[in-house]
């Protein structure tokens, strides 16, 4: 605790450096997202699919706003997700209700954004 204290005061002042070691930090946060979950790489190739799809039967520019909103928003879900169940898993590794819970509602994060994305890739794509 104490250590996490001092290196917050040695943070205060700005540094570019330090800018773009954060910057690192998140992208292998992206990195270990798609290393280590199942839905993470489903995400991908679903999202990889869809901008390919698009790029072959030519959307609008509003239709790629919603694709590209629809793929932002399930990346950002998943990545909080992701992080829930790594904290919650850090803090109780035993079985507990409460973190089973929290676990189960971050998921329903995902599911909300997936049925957007559901309902946009249907808006976008249908009737070829
Ligand atoms: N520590 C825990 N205490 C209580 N319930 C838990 C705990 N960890 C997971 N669960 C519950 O067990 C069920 C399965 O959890 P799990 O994390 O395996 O699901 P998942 O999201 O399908 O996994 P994955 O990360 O492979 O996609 C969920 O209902 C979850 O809430």
Redesign the pocket.
């Known amino acids: 605790m104490k250590q996490k204290t001092e290196r917050r005061q040695r943070q205060q002042g700005f540094s570019l450096r330090a800018r773009l070691a954060s910057f690192s930090y998140a992208f292998n946060g992206l990195l270990t997202m798609v290393a280590e979950?199942?839905?993470a790489r489903l995400h991908l190739v679903a999202a990889m699919s869809v901008v390919g799809l698009g790029a072959l039967t030519g959307l609008t520019s509003l239709e790629w706003m919603f694709v590209l909103l629809a793929i932002t928003l399930v990346w950002m879900a998943e990545a909080l997700n992701t992080a829930l169940?790594y904290l919650?898993?850090a803090a109780?590794p035993?079985?507990?209700?409460l973190?089973?819970?929290a676990?189960?509602v971050a998921?329903a994060g995902v599911l909300i954004a997936a049925a957007f994305a559901l309902i946009v890739a249907l808006w976008a794509f249908w009737p070829f």
């Not at 035993?94 to 209700?97: A, V």
Request: charged fraction near 40%; aromatic fraction near 0%.
């Open positions: 979950q199942h839905n169940e919650a898993d109780v035993e079985t507990h209700e973190v089973g819970k676990k189960d998921a």
